[in-house]
Structure formats: C-alpha cells, structure tokens
C-alpha cells in the first residue's frame, strides 16, 4: 500500500516504511524494510521531486520473493509518484 503527497519543493523524494508486527517478528519487520529500502533507492531517478512517499508493507511482503516485491513497489510508483 502506497501512499504519495506532492509538496512542490525542488528536493528529492523522501520516502518512509510502515512495517507492523502482523508483518512478523523484528528479524522479518527489519529484513521487509530493508527490501523496501534497496527498491526505492534503485526507484529514486524515476520519482518526481518533492515526493513524500510512505510505503505500508502488508503481511504478504514478508514471504515475498524479492523480484515480486519489486516489481509491485515500481509499478505503485509508477502509478502514483512519477
């Protein structure tokens, strides 16, 4: 789940990770945001400027292949933050 504002700064995106405990425990929590961390680092060049994007990791993320997180994080900013 992805949630983007448009505050109309010339900065770069900022991006925040929402991970709870339905998520797993810390070891799974930590490992999740560290995925989502890698994607949106890669994801930065193609995100509009001023971005404030905060991305929900559902239970689902924590079982995820990494190629699928991926690929489901870039097409929602692609959608919502381009």
Do not use: W
Request: with cysteine.
């Amino acid at each position: 789940m992805t949630y983007v504002v448009h505050s109309g700064e010339h900065r770069e995106a900022r991006f925040g990770f929402i991970v709870s405990k339905q998520v797993g425990g810390a070891v799974v929590r930590n490992t999740v945001r560290r995925r989502l961390k890698a994607i949106c680092a890669e994801a930065l060049p193609s995100v509009r400027s001023g971005a404030d994007i905060v991305i929900r990791a559902l239970p689902s993320s924590a079982t995820a292949e990494f190629a699928d997180l991926r690929s489901q994080v870039v097409r929602c900013l692609e959608k919502r933050a381009s």
